[in-house]
């Protein structure tokens, strides 16, 4: 089957600065799949939903507070017309540092449904009548405060598309991957076989293929618990769970 009968994985983006889009996702893998029609892009700017003369999209918190609040009305406007030029049932999302945190297996989700619509907050964020009224859910790309949610979005998607099919063309390229099978992934060697007196493991010149994959097994394993074991923690539960 080629790209050309698939269907089209869709994302549109709300932002105050569409410039910034398709960015990073215009090169490599994304930038081909883009031009490819295997995903698609639509780009909204949330300044032409602005209210009055200077169409303004935020104003002071109520309560007072530092910072300015994007205006609800100006948002849930900006999301109705969006949706409406996507498939109706994409996931809408609001890129938030409360939100679910992003992993692979919500990326994995996200991969095998139609698509998305990303809101990008800016200044002290989203007035919540927009969240809950627009349906938003909230995702965060990890426990940091970023200016604003174009860079969390354009994460999200460089991560969802690698995984659409015929993107890199061979899922065996991402049964390894970090995080596919609950693990980090093992370490990789290429040329030279010597770099400056360290040798590349005996084992993976051995040809020996059922010695490797253990080898990569147990190295994954033993990274992971010295670097994350919560990951093992996870799978010991998600295993217990199950039986
Ligand atoms: N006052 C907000 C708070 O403390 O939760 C932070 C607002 S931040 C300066 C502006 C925007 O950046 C947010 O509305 C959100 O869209 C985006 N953003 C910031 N950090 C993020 C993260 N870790 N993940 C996803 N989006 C983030």
Redesign the pocket.
């Known amino acids: 089957m080629t790209a050309s009968n698939k269907q089209t994985w869709s994302a549109g983006v709300i932002t105050l600065f569409p410039n910034m889009f398709p960015g990073l996702l215009a090169e490599s893998l994304a930038g081909k799949a883009l031009a490819a029609g295997i995903w698609s892009l639509s780009v909204t700017d949330l300044r032409d939903f602005g209210v009055g003369k200077h169409r303004k999209v935020d104003d002071p918190p109520f309560g007072g507070g530092a ?1 300015m609040v994007l205006r609800g009305d100006v948002m849930a406007a900006a999301v109705a017309a969006t949706a409406a030029q996507l498939p109706q049932n994409v996931r809408r999302i ?6 679910k945190p992003l992993n692979q297996n919500l990326v994995a989700d996200l991969a095998e449904s139609t698509g998305v619509l990303l ?8 007035d919540e009548r927009a969240i809950t009224a627009s349906k938003l859910e909230e ?11 174009e860079v ?1 979005a354009q994460v999200l998607l460089d991560a969802v598309i690698r995984l659409l099919p015929e993107v890199i063309g061979n899922a065996e390229s991402h049964r390894h991957d970090s995080f596919a099978d609950g693990l980090l992934e093992h370490p990789h060697y290429t040329h030279p076989r010597d770099l400056a007196g360290d040798a590349v493991p005996e084992v993976l010149i051995s040809g020996d293929h059922a010695r490797i994959e253990a080898w990569r097994r147990k190295q994954a394993e033993a990274l992971t618990r010295a670097r994350r074991p919560d990951l093992l923690e996870m799978q010991k539960a998600r295993d217990k769970s199950k039986n």
């Open positions: 910072g609001y890129l938030s540092p409360r939100g809101v990008c907050g800016r200044y002290e964020g989203l995702i965060s790309i990890g426990d940091y405060v970023l200016s604003g949610g969390a």
